[in-house]
Nanobody, 117 residues
């Protein structure tokens, strides 16, 4: 069964850094593109970054230059390195795999990131 498990969230001061991890199981990660999304209270769930099987990446404008997505297919894990964090980055962060790679959307349980002094 395909499963995604996020970890690495927490409380960090403005300007700080965090690294999130998304551990994948039940499928061979190197055949799939994986995305990181985030959802702040009262807002939609938005794409933050995505990494493709070629290791090509795309980023939301709001995180470009501050966040880096990477993958380790041997460890079946996708990472999101976040730097220069601001309170606007506060959200629950989710990893995702979905069409056209899979027939439906799969989400992890999410990890909370809070940026506050």
């Amino acid at each position: 069964q395909l499963q995604l498990v996020e970890s690495g969230g927490g409380l960090v001061q403005p300007g700080g850094s965090l690294r999130l991890s998304c551990a994948a199981s039940g499928f061979t990660l190197n055949y799939y593109a994986i995305g990181w999304y985030r959802q702040a209270p009262g807002k939609d769930r938005d794409l933050v970054a995505r990494i493709f099987t070629t290791r090509a990446t795309v980023y939301a404008d709001s995180v470009q230059g501050r966040f880096t997505i990477s993958r380790d297919d041997v460890k079946s894990t996708v990472y999101l390195q976040m730097t220069t964090l601001t309170p606007e980055d506060t959200a629950v962060y989710y990893c995702h795999v979905g069409p056209p790679y899979t027939g439906t959307d799969y989400w992890g349980q999410g990890t909370q990131v809070t940026v506050s002094s």
